[in-house]
């Protein structure tokens, strides 16, 4: 856990929100396969970070008010060619290394998301009409950022939607036929709908 926690904050700006606390809480290694039948390995994480917040009382003092938990859930998805972008629907300036912004020519892209880069010549050459529509529909029922490296062949969704949430069983499971038609049925949705755009998108 610890090395996965090291290798997520090297890699990625992404996991510092917490004033307090950043920790990569769960996580679970798999393997993916994408239209183009490639394989890619994925590792899904749910982040928890913790903020303190504090006012100023009437005497000037520091306060502390409350310690505020949050949680983010997301992947890493290896062997992607794409480098050095990030993308994101939230409007905070994006960590460094992607320090350069960069503006789509269609007016409803440019209001739901937001462009950063590494390299201004490179997303020049990566963000074409076509790229940049994949994106478009990948976050059209989505928040969160979508980063590429820009040196490993990696990228890491972070979102707001809960991947590892399981539907509440609605039976007593009583003998091995009931589990089997259990887990016939089991589903992690939140999983199964970033699956399916990651993979989309990366085809």
């Avoid at 890619?40 to 505020?68: A, P, R, S, W």
């Amino acid at each position: 856990m610890s090395h996965f926690k090291f290798y997520s904050a090297r890699l990625f700006p992404v996991f510092e929100r917490g004033s307090l606390r950043n920790d990569i809480s769960r996580y679970a290694s798999t393997t993916w396969l994408d239209e183009n039948e490639q394989e890619h390995q994925v590792l899904l994480f749910e982040y928890h970070y913790v903020d303190e917040i504090k006012t100023i009382d009437k005497n000037g003092n520091t306060v502390k008010l409350i310690e505020q938990h949050k949680n983010l859930w997301g992947a890493f998805v290896f062997d992607v060619s794409v480098q050095g972008l990030a993308i994101s629907t939230s409007r905070r300036p994006f960590p460094s290394p992607y320090r350069h912004p960069w503006h789509s020519s269609d007016i409803r892209t440019n209001q739901r998301l937001k462009f950063y880069g590494t390299d201004p010549m490179q997303m020049a050459k990566q963000l074409s009409p076509g790229f940049v529509l994949r994106l478009s529909q990948f976050f059209q029922y989505r928040e969160g950022d979508l980063i590429f490296h820009p040196q490993q062949r990696v990228l890491c969704y972070l979102g707001p939607h809960d991947i590892f949430n399981a539907p509440e069983r609605k039976q007593n499971i009583q003998d091995i036929s009931a589990l089997r038609g259990h887990l016939r049925t089991f589903k992690l949705v939140e999983l199964e709908k970033l699956q399916t755009d990651l993979i989309q998108f990366l085809k």
